[in-house]
């Protein structure tokens, strides 16, 4: 063996030997590198003693002892390391790195305000917010939503196929909004305000699994997307409250009433700009935290299945019937949503190849006290409606207490399937993902078909 | 001889510091130094001194630069500063202390001594 071919050996395995420094996280770059002169020293001393490179190399990192001891006394020094800070403007590590999320937040920055602008547009023509609820209501997605939108699909470099389905689907949801002559106290009106932002919804997970739109491992990650931007926006809520919380008290104090500031500007500004800059949290810190999705799952997936259980117990014991208003349709149809997002929720932070235990069963038991209650409840609307008639409100609830009933019902033949270790996990999540079109192509008819159907009402 | 580990941490600190008084320096020169003054018996290692060194900056003691040295090597030297001097100062004044202590106590009980030490330097 040469020298030369000594010397590269070398190189290569203080390069693998950086790798494994490197993925430390309580070792930074930095570390890494006065580690790696460190043992660069220590090698060249052994060589000057008659050691060969590899000879060398090998004692010297001998010498230095494990890693895991060394992670563990830098972690001494730096606890701070193993809280995993989100990083607004560039970090000190990688200068490349650094200008791409400094980008980010500039487009991102744009975006938002660009949002909060939106909803200030309409007043330039003299629609406000106090006297016009009736448009503001069915529009409130278009404000922020396409801005969402666009930042994704800037973020993903999108293909101009995709702009253009996106730019007509939000064009659609204008129309959608604004084309049918509804009245600001008609039903219509109401049920597109809820329905459309679903639907809007939808159109920026389309621009979030951008040119992937088939494969069920990105609808995942859009449907763990959707779950963290919620928890962030809740949060930014919070604050957004404690600061108008705030704002207010101290110019009271010196007899400014704050007021119209705050809910004609603060407000609704705010809120849509949160609505990308929640977005953006989730993209930017993807890496950095533990999802909190999943665990509030598993720390509520018990206590509603208690519940429900309990439910359907004191139902059983009473005799009662269920009064089935048009609150208690909703309420029982926002039910079904939390026991689908529980049930997302787990499924998204699973190991597709762990066998089941007993969350699973928990899981099962769940969702079909879910659907015993709901089927209760179906039975009770549908005597109502054959006895008074439809309207916008109850169909809409009806429909989608239907979408959730068959999701829920083959959900949890998957459920059981899996527990009895018949099928494997990968066909629920795959089950869910592939049912994500039908919540889009359901609020799309409502938003579009319902009014005309229903005479405007 | 094995010196015990409280008494290689409780000594770290003064000793970096007065390594770093007699000039400029980097880790793995710091720790060859420590070897050489204590004659081989004092084992340190990396996750002892790396560690020290950057809590040593985060107080002040010592500040840091890098410098390029063969190709696209750098090495960080670490220096004292005057706040790091002051706990040099600081530090050496409570060993004198405690050496001066530990002197006279081994003095007055010297006959105790022998019988300890003769088995220790046969095994050494």
């Known amino acids: 063996m040469t020298d030369r071919d000594d010397q590269n050996g070398l190189e290569a395995q203080i390069a693998q030997w950086r790798r494994y420094v490197q993925r430390r996280r309580e070792l930074k770059q930095s570390d890494a590198e006065e580690l790696e002169d460190h043992l660069r020293g220590s090698v060249d001393e052994l060589i000057a003693v008659g050691l060969r490179a590899d000879e060398a190399f090998l004692v010297a990192v001998k010498r230095m002892g494990s890693l895991d001891e060394l992670s563990r006394e830098f972690a001494r020094e730096h606890s701070e390391r193993l809280w995993k800070q989100l990083v607004l403007t560039g970090d000190s590590d990688g200068r490349v790195a650094g200008t791409r999320s400094r980008r980010e937040l500039l487009v991102m920055v744009l975006c938002a305000v660009g949002a909060a602008a939106s909803i200030k547009v309409p007043e330039l023509f003299g629609v406000t917010l106090e006297e016009d609820p009736g448009f503001y209501g069915p529009n409130l997605g278009l404000f922020a939503l396409p801005w969402l939108a666009a930042f994704l699909a800037w973020r993903r470099q999108a293909r101009p196929a995709l702009i253009g389905v996106l730019v007509a689907l939000f064009a659609l949801g204008a129309v959608g909004a604004n084309a049918y002559p509804l009245e600001e106290d008609s039903q219509s009106l109401v049920v597109t305000s809820i329905h459309l932002p679903i639907a809007l919804w939808l159109v920026v997970g389309l621009a979030y699994v951008a040119d992937d739109w088939r494969s069920s491992r990105r609808r995942m990650d859009f449907i763990r997307f959707t779950g963290e931007w919620f928890i962030y926006l809740v949060l930014i809520a919070l604050g957004g409250g404690v600061l108008s919380g705030f704002m207010f008290g101290t110019f009271e104090a010196i007899g400014i009433s704050p007021d119209t500031f705050i809910s004609q500007w603060l407000l609704p500004c705010g809120a849509m700009g949160a609505v990308v800059v929640a977005g953006w949290l989730v993209e930017a810190k993807q890496s950095v935290v533990e999802n909190i999705a999943p665990v509030l799952t598993r720390l509520f997936t018990p206590l509603f299945t208690a519940v429900l259980v309990a439910f359907l117990i004191a139902v059983g014991r009473s005799g009662n019937g269920i009064n089935v208003e048009r609150e208690a349709l909703i309420l029982f149809d926002l039910l079904l949503v939390v026991v689908l997002g529980l049930l997302l929720y787990s499924i998204s932070a699973r190991d597709p190849l762990a066998p089941p235990g007993l969350f699973d069963k928990l899981q099962l038991a769940l969702v079909v006290s879910a659907l015993l209650i709901d089927v209760l409840v179906l039975l009770e609307i549908t005597g109502r409606i054959t006895e008074y008639g439809t309207t916008p409100n109850k169909t809409a609830a009806l429909g989608e207490n239907v979408i959730l009933l068959a999701n829920l019902a083959w959900s949890a033949w998957l459920v059981l399937g899996f527990v009895r270790r018949r099928t494997p996990f990968a066909a629920l999540e795959r089950w869910q993902t592939g049912y994500l079109p039908v919540y889009a192509a359901w609020a799309w008819i409502v938003v579009l078909v319902f009014p005309p159907l229903f005479n405007y009402m | ?124």
Not at chain 2, 29 to 50: F, M, P, V
Request: hydrophobic content about 40%; proline content about 3%.
């Open chain 2, 1 to 124: 001889m094995r010196i015990t580990k409280d008494l290689v941490a409780a000594s770290a600190t003064p000793l970096v510091l007065g390594i770093l008084a007699e000039g400029e320096n980097y880790g793995y020169a710091i720790l060859r130094r420590i070897n050489e003054l204590s004659g081989g018996e004092l084992d340190w290692t990396e996750g002892l001194l790396y560690p020290l060194l950057h809590r040593l900056e985060r107080l002040g003691y010592v500040e840091s630069r890098w410098q390029s040295v063969t190709g696209e090597r750098r090495r960080k030297y670490y220096r004292i500063t005057t706040k790091g001097l002051a706990e040099l100062a600081e530090q050496r004044r409570q060993w004198d202390t405690v050496v001066d202590a530990l002197k006279e106590v081994w003095h007055s009980a010297g006959d105790l001594r022998p019988l300890k030490a003769v088995p220790a330097e046969g095994q050494a």
